[in-house]
């Protein structure tokens, strides 16, 4: 079956700076790429999604790339602010969105 | 936060015990899905569930049980064979079709002693 890798597991940078996390996958058919933001204690939220035809897209500062080939994801938020604390969770599915498997996740400090 | 709901919040069992837990959508949604979260890791996938009344197992599904009976709902089993069952429950739930986002439900935390 799939298996999503997600790194760093934790992240610490200062407020205004870009943050990057990195997926990797290993089923070629995958070709549905979510993330999503937990916030302590509370349900996760999509923030951002790609399918297998695009290789990035943006809302406004998140973005996500892809690389098929290599088979890997990632996400870039810039200018980060403090309510971008959270931990973010990758994750790949082969078939329209069911059947995710996620990533370890990846808690992200923004210190001011 | 309506949509997708989940009850209760909080659960304390004793180890032996079988529990329910509950999950309601009033989205509209074909597609349900449980997932387990243990702290500092990732979701994993129990069962799931694309139209009423079938289900399929996912990574974890020994120890659990579930029912689809109707559209709206899809409560998940505990049963006293789940070896380590204490962690964070989430159900979601998905429109067939188009978009492919699963929204989730506010979780219910599991304590076994």
Known sequence: GEN????PSTLSVQEGDSA???????????????WYKQELGKRPQLIIDIRSNVGEKKDQRIAVTLNKTAKHFSLHI???????SAVYFC??????????????GTRLMVKP | DGGITQSPKYLFRKEGQNVTLSCEQNLNHDAM???????GQGLRLIYYSQIVNDFQK??????YSVSREKKESFPLTVTSAQ?????FYLCASKRQGGSYEQYFGPGTRLTVT
Not at chain 1, 4 to 7: D, K, M
Not at chain 1, 23 to 34: G, I, K, V
Not at chain 1, 91 to 104: D, K
Not at chain 2, 83 to 87: E, G, H, Y
Request: with cysteine.
């Open chain 1, 4 to 7: 999503v890798e997600q790194h």
């Open chain 1, 20 to 34: 990057v996390i990195k997926c990797t996958y290993s089923d070629s058919a995958s070709n549905y790429f979510p």
């Open chain 1, 78 to 84: 810039t200018e980060t602010q403090p309510e971008d």
């Open chain 1, 91 to 104: 994750a790949a599915s082969v078939e329209a969105g069911n059947m995710l498997t996620f990533g370890g």
């Open chain 2, 33 to 39: 899905y449980w997932y387990r979260q243990d702290p």
């Open chain 2, 58 to 63: 996912g990574d974890i599904a020994e120890g």
């Open chain 2, 83 to 87: 070896k380590n069952p204490t962690a």
